[in-house]
């Protein structure tokens, strides 16, 4: 835990770019942020000489050996601190303490494998392999002037490329999430333009026509209202019928403005998720679903994503969405680290939402299984006569639960 807690304090001083700011921003990297800090622990090789009884050749690798370690834990930090573009000089500066210091340690060839794994973080795959190379020949000519073993050395090269070329992978693999991550971003960008020129079209071909004749009516009416009072009258209830039409058109287009299709929500999920590194599996019951029940699952379901995005540290992610002839289910699992709170992570109203639809939500959420969310709304709203008013009008038929559509 502490280890996590000083990450946390470093990662504050770190760059954008830096390799505690990227491990802090990714969220697939959250069981790796304290790993540069366990990986000191491969310092203990440089207390070996006692062990193997090397003494005799480096009598004095005490004193060299804890003369260089603050050296290169300054080195270190400020190389997992620094920008990007910074981290070769960290990495050089790693180098040339472990040249410096195995005339006096052998073993303190265990700083090249440090700046070997820094050196995979500084740029591009190949310029970061050739700086890693680069550092490796300076070492061996080094070793190879104090007349040390070649078997050593070929140890400290193998060790030092798988080490790189770990980091080298890591950093591919962070660069195609980000780039994902920016598809995301863009798909909704674009969507969200599209929408609203379609939202200003309809508006317009909706209101245009249904105002201007408002307008003329209404002045219609008024020069009528002298002359000919009836005549007047019947231009007003055309103008109130007009009105209405148009209202009434007014809320149809914004139920559909409202509504969220579930089969583009499963896909920004999707991409969503592969951007944090989390595989998903959905099946989609291809069933037409009432717009009002449409949005509200495709809402619990983008709170769901995003709560297992942020929180959950899933690997899998599976997504359900089943219609039947009177109720629709929708089931998310994932198997990450589980003990959800019901009262946090946006579950409250997301329970609220589902409610208010008349519909039930079940979570199971045991610590280290995983957590399963299963929504069920049904297909078919009741609805409940209400005491008719005092005119002749027809009876108001007024739904028992609010559209989900409302809270959205």
Known sequence: MWLLDLNTRLAAKAAPDSILGVETVDARLHHTRALPWV??????????????GATKYYPHWLWATLTSIPVFLVLYVMGHLCARRRIAWYALGVAALAIATIAFNGYAGTYVIYACALASEWSKPRRAFVLMLALLGAFSISWVTLGGPWEVLAN??????????????????????????????????????????????????????????????????????????????????????????????????????????????????????????????????????????????????????????RHARANRVEVTVIAGAERVVLRVRDDGRGGVNERGNGLTGMRERIEARGGTLAIESPRGRGTSIEVSLPLVIEAAPVEAPASKSAPVLVPRVQRAGGHA
Not at 39 to 52: D, E, G, R, S, T
Request: aromatic content about 6%; overall charge neutral; hydrophobic content about 50%.
């Open 39 to 52: 990986w000191l622990i491969w310092l203990f090789w440089l207390f070996a000489p006692p062990v193997f």
């Open 156 to 309: 400290f090269w193998v060790i030092s490329l798988i080490v790189g070329g770990i980091g080298i992978y890591g950093c591919l693999q962070r660069q195609r999430r980000a780039e994902l991550r920016l598809t995301h971003d863009e798909i909704r960008r674009l969507a969200a333009s599209a929408e609203r020129e379609r939202i200003g079209r309809d508006l317009h071909d909706l209101l245009g026509h249904t105002l201007s004749m408002v307008a003329l009516k209404s002045e219609l009416a008024g020069r009528l209202i002298e002359r000919d009072p009836r005549a007047a009258r019947r231009e007003m209830a055309d103008v109130e019928r007009v009105a209405r039409d148009a209202l009434s058109q007014v809320r149809s287009a914004v139920s559909g403005i409202r509504a969220a299709a579930m089969a583009a929500e499963l896909a920004s999920a999707r991409l969503l998720l592969e951007a944090a590194g989390v595989q998903m599996e959905y099946w989609h019951d291809p069933q037409a679903l009432p717009g009002d029940v449409e949005t509200c699952l495709a809402l619990v379901l983008r709170e769901a994503v995003t709560n297992i995005q």
